[in-house]
């Protein structure tokens, strides 16, 4: 098992549309939780952080924390043809002073216009 | 503000060579990080310097991988001797908070990546 796990897509949307984007992951002493977006050839570019149960949101995303079921997800309203890239869910574990950040593998999402 | 700079952006060798990456993190960042992305994987990550202290080495994949942060300021990541598996980007991150207590943010800023190719 994969310790952050991602459908690899791609997701394909309509201009306009919701994007939801999920992630599990395995480690239950996981505190922190990054949505990063990376474009082709580029590297990633963090968009929300949560760590917190519940919902987060900033303009036009929304990140949620479930805990209880190790789920983390992104929801993107009103899409547009920009944000057609990867996105990539991060869990930080803290050991002993440190930070290791694991990486899912990514969704491929396309906004259609 | 500069962001986080890396040099070089490729560098094609022959395995059993050895390559040098640097990475500039954003001024007065402690926290620098590096990662490696190999083809259709997802972003593995390799170690965490707090200043020049090595935080966390555990993703260091074996002893030909030597990392490197003299004064605390920019960072250098060997390979020694290269193999074909080395071959990926890697990534350097650096953060400003402070890693401390229980709920770290840590709000990791990405440099552009060096893309080894080792034939």
């Known amino acids: 098992q994969k310790e952050v796990e991602q459908n690899s897509g791609p997701l394909s949307v309509p201009e306009g549309a919701i994007a939801s984007l999920n992630c599990t992951y395995s480690d239950r002493g996981s505190q922190s939780f990054f949505w990063y977006r990376q474009y082709s050839g580029k590297s990633p570019e963090l968009i929300m952080s949560i760590y917190s149960n519940g919902d987060k949101e900033d303009g036009r995303f929304t990140a949620q924390l479930n805990k209880a079921s190790q789920y983390v997800s992104l929801l993107i309203r009103d899409s547009q043809p920009s944000d057609s890239a990867t996105y990539l869910c991060?869990?930080?574990?803290?050991?002993?002073?440190?930070?290791?950040?694991?990486f899912g593998a990514g969704t491929r999402l396309f906004v259609k216009a | 503000e500069a962001g986080v700079t890396q040099f070089p952006s490729h560098s094609v060798i022959e395995k059993g060579q050895t390559v040098t990456l640097r990475c500039d993190p954003i001024?007065?960042?402690?926290?620098l990080y590096w990662y490696r992305r190999v083809m259709g994987k997802e972003i593995k990550f390799l170690l965490h310097f707090v200043k020049e202290s090595k935080q966390d080495e555990s993703g260091m994949p074996n002893n030909r991988f030597l990392a490197e942060r003299t004064g605390g300021t920019y960072s250098t990541l060997k390979v020694q001797p290269a193999e074909l598996e080395d071959s990926g980007v890697y990534f350097c991150a650096s953060s400003q908070e402070r890693v401390s207590g229980y709920w770290g943010t840590d709000t990791q800023y990405f440099g552009p990546g060096t893309r080894l190719t080792v034939l």
């Open positions: 001024s007065g960042h402690d926290n």
């Open positions: 991060a869990v930080n574990n803290i050991r002993t002073g440190g930070f290791k950040t694991i």
